[in-house]
């Protein structure tokens, strides 16, 4: 499948999902979608007819309000089926953190933001040890890098030269009280990664799969130290009138507004 109808296909059943179950992290979860499209379908070495194989690339979303992207795109590599996404569970609707309980793929439970890099750190400094060649993959929120466990992880790696693991965040610009860059501001970012010891590239355009490609393939070459990608990228994307609206980091759809989310997304209505 082509990384772009993978993304949109994605999307499309993010969006009903949600839809169906009435709210959800919608801007959170638009804003990754091609960055995990990108690294389950062309990056990481996974098997989705085995989740839990022993050589699998490990994968944490630390920006764990967005586990309904990720339920998404596991859906389309095959993890899940995509029936799953919109369905009540036991009476209840699936959990919108990343929750490994319920979802085959998942590899933490995650939500309490600043976590999911350490654990990662953890994977990767297992993974060296035991002289594995498998690679350790996160997902960061910006508004999550104000965190202090964030630095302290992002610390440790370079100390323990983690040239296993790479983190990526998704640089949307907002977060939940406003603008990253008024509440929390964080340039200069990738500056603060090198020091750490990383290895830091940055992606103009998080959304645009051959700057993701370029980026991670140069991710490979690195020897020695992690590597830090910077994407930014639109919360909310590809729904109109959520595009870099602070105010659907998450929250609930009107009908008018769930039938022209459908229109941008070129879904029946």
């Given at each position: 499948m082509k990384l772009e109808g993978a993304a949109l296909s994605a999307r499309r059943n993010l969006f009903a999902a949600l839809g169906r179950l009435g709210s959800g992290h919608y801007g959170a979860c638009l804003s990754e979608i091609e960055i995990l499209t990108y690294l389950y379908f062309r990056e990481m070495n996974?098997?989705?007819?085995?989740?839990?194989?022993?050589?699998r690339d490990r994968f944490v979303l630390s920006k764990g309000h967005g586990g309904f992207g990720l339920y998404s795109v596991l859906a389309e590599r095959g993890f899940i089926p995509r029936e799953r996404l919109g369905a009540l569970e036991?009476?209840?609707?699936?959990?919108?953190?990343?929750?490994?309980?319920?979802?085959?793929?998942?590899?933490?439970?995650?939500?309490s933001l600043g976590q999911g890099l350490s654990a990662a750190c953890g994977m990767a400094l297992c993974a060296k040890r035991d002289g594995s060649a498998v690679r350790v993959y996160a997902v960061l929120g910006d508004g999550e890098c104000n965190e202090g466990q964030i630095w302290e992880a992002a610390m440790a790696a370079g100390k323990y030269k983690l040239d296993n693991l790479v983190?990526?965040?998704?640089?949307?610009?907002?977060?939940?009280?406003?603008?990253?860059s008024e509440v929390m501001p964080l340039e200069p970012f990738a500056d603060k990664w090198r020091a750490c010891g990383w290895h830091a590239i940055e992606v103009a355009d998080g959304h645009d799969f051959q700057q993701l490609e370029t980026a991670y393939n140069e991710a490979r070459t690195v020897q020695g130290k992690p590597v830090a990608i910077l994407a930014h990228?639109?919360?909310?994307?590809?729904?109109?009138?959520?595009?870099?609206?602070?105010?659907?980091?998450?929250?609930?759809?009107?009908?008018?507004?769930?039938?022209?989310?459908?229109?941008?997304?070129?879904?029946?209505?």
């Open positions: 996974v098997k989705p007819e085995d989740p839990q194989w022993k050589d036991d009476g209840v609707m699936l959990p919108k953190h990343a929750d490994k309980q319920r979802i085959p793929g998942v590899e933490l439970s995650t939500g983190a990526t965040v998704d640089y949307n610009g907002l977060q939940f009280d406003g603008p990253v990228t639109v919360k909310g994307k590809g729904i109109s009138f959520m595009e870099n609206v602070t105010e659907w980091h998450g929250g609930s759809c009107s009908p008018e507004q769930l039938a022209q989310g459908c229109r941008d997304l070129g879904m029946k209505v």
